[in-house]
């Protein structure tokens, strides 16, 4: 978009001066133009971050600044030309520069932020699938486990792998093993919701932690998932399934994240145990 509007106002302010080339036109023309380039930067206003929304309101005071400066040039007969000594020139000038030192560091800031946001989202997420890692996964399931037990809602737990994972590695090589697992996020990711956590533990082993999900709709979720595999026509070079270990339970304030992660492991062995592409429901005793 810059490329072409750029040259286009170039090319209309010499039109300017080639047709009527007075001063308050050509100040007028190049008031108008600048708050046409400069428009986009109205979605910083929209923004995440405080940061953000600052810079945005700061150029939507250049803009609005332009727009006067336009008409007081096509309206009256006070001088807005930035060469004329008087009041509107030192007053001009100088909000000018202190806007432009503002936008600099502004910018500046916003750069510094969106690396501390990439860095963090790199330090939280798995690069391949984009999962929750062990570390971040562990640290957002506490406060949601403690909150259920507060409300005495009932928290669902899956620990699933591929099975004979290692088999298609060896067979098909290690790129199709990376898109079975891409694979299986994607289809994990479209049938949970904004508070359900998945994570990645290793290798091809995942867990989900299903919040406010009951006995019936953890299987119904386990269930979905291992048919699709199962029945759904795939781009991938192999087919492949999934072996599950489940448990449901209403957390308590003694509950903590490494006993299901241990039971929901015995049932996901119990699983392969019993000739994979099985679902297995662990039990509290």
Not at 59 to 64: R, W
Not at 126 to 134: A, H, S
Not at 206 to 211: D, E, R, T, V
Not at 238 to 265: A, K, N
């Amino acid at each position: 978009m810059y490329r072409l509007l750029i040259p286009l106002s170039i090319a209309g302010f010499h039109l300017v001066m080639l047709i009527h080339n007075q001063e308050n036109l050509r100040i007028a023309y190049c008031s108008l133009a600048l708050p046409v380039i400069l428009a986009p930067l109205y979605r910083l206003t929209k923004g995440p971050s405080l940061l953000m929304k600052v810079i945005g309101y700061i150029y939507l005071f250049v803009i609005a600044a332009n727009l006067i400066r336009g008409a007081t040039a096509l309206l009256t007969d006070v001088s807005a030309s930035f060469y004329t000594p008087g009041i509107y020139q030192l007053v001009y000038l100088v909000t000018i520069y202190i806007l432009t030192i503002l936008s600099i560091m502004g910018f500046l800031l916003l750069w510094k932020e969106k690396s501390s946001q990439e860095l963090l989202h790199y330090a939280s997420y798995d690069d391949l699938t984009g999962t929750l890692n062990r570390r971040t996964f562990t640290a957002k399931a506490k406060p949601l486990l403690a909150s259920c037990a507060r409300k005495k809602e009932a928290v669902s737990y899956l620990l699933f792998d591929i099975d004979s994972f290692k088999g298609i590695n060896d067979t098909y090589g290690h790129h199709t093993g990376d898109l079975v697992l891409k694979d299986i996020t994607k289809r994990f990711k479209r049938q949970l919701g904004e508070d359900d956590l998945f994570v990645r533990y290793g290798g091809d082993e995942f867990g989900i932690l299903l919040s406010g999900k009951n006995e019936l709709e953890s299987t119904e979720l386990a269930e979905r998932i291992k048919t699709t595999l199962e029945t759904a026509s795939s781009s991938l070079p192999v087919p492949y399934t999934i072996s599950i270990g489940v448990l449901t339970l209403v957390p308590d304030q003694l509950t903590h994240m490494e006993s299901i992660y241990t039971r929901c492991d015995q049932a996901l062995y119990t699983a392969k145990r019993n000739g994979r592409n099985r679902i297995y429901r662990s039990q509290i005793s």
